[in-house]
């Protein structure tokens, strides 16, 4: 088995900041995901990587940065924080084709 | 476009009782693959089970099963004698099979809760 860790659990900024999460994963799989889940809602697919060095946006990546400058992780970057953007940012793994995905236990962002 | 759609918002039961989640989903492609997935009250998810869409056979694991209808485009969780831990929220996710897509595209999730 495998573990997928993200950090911070909790994260706090000021409107305007940059702010970045990260994201190990052990299981030793190609793609990774970023996705933002507001508060009582669905998944939304913001960044993902299907290999080292790779970057593909997702349907809400404007705002957003990421990295992925070794296979174990996957960085998010919050260019200019904004209070419409607090939510838990959940981060995934998954092997090739049409495996499920495996998920971090999220990173909570609130913006003041 | 892809698009998954879960119409119930939430479904309440009684413990030791069966429960079907819908799911209707969209797609362009002729191969894909289907998941259900649990997020439980901690934030946690976790994989339940996955059906291939070439496979006629309806997927079971556990108390976890699918019904899979593919001329209507349908991919419905069944829970069989249901526990009060099976409360939670519960997603159904898809993606296709071909190549340069790694997209998983989820529905908006039906909340489930299990009464004693």
């Known amino acids: 088995g495998g573990i997928i860790t993200q950090t911070p659990k909790f994260l706090i900024g000021q409107e305007g900041q940059k702010l970045t999460l990260k994201c190990q994963q052990n299981?030793?799989?190609?793609?990774m995901y970023w996705y933002r889940q507001d508060s009582g809602k669905g998944l939304r697919l913001i960044y993902y990587s299907i290999t080292e060095n790779d970057l593909q946006k997702g349907d809400l990546s404007e705002g957003y940065d990421a990295s992925r400058e070794k296979k174990s992780s996957f960085s998010l970057t919050v260019t200019s924080a904004q209070k419409n953007e607090m939510a838990v940012f959940l981060c995934?793994?998954?092997?090739?084709?049409?495996?499920?995905?495996?998920f971090g236990p999220g990173t909570r962002l609130t913006v003041l | 476009a892809q698009k998954v759609t879960q119409t119930q918002t939430s479904i309440s039961v009684m413990e030791k009782t069966t429960v079907t989640m819908d799911c209707v989903y969209e797609?362009?492609?002729?191969?894909?693959?289907l998941f259900w997935y649990k997020q439980t009250a901690s934030g946690e998810i976790v994989f339940l089970i996955r059906?291939?869409?070439?496979?006629?056979e309806n997927a079971t694991v556990g108390h976890y099963s699918l019904n899979f209808q593919k001329p209507k485009s349908s991919i419905g969780l069944i829970i069989t004698a249901t526990q009060i831990e099976d409360s939670a929220v519960y997603f159904c996710?898809?993606?296709?099979?071909?190549?340069?897509?790694?997209?998983?595209?989820f529905g908006a999730g039906t909340r489930l809760k299990v009464i004693a």
């Open positions: 299981f030793n799989h190609d793609t």
């Open positions: 797609t362009q492609d002729s191969s894909y693959f």
């Open positions: 995934a793994s998954s092997m090739d084709w049409g495996y499920e995905q495996y």
């Open positions: 996710a898809m993606r296709a099979n071909n190549t340069g897509n790694y997209k998983y595209v």
């Open positions: 059906q291939d869409s070439y496979k006629k």
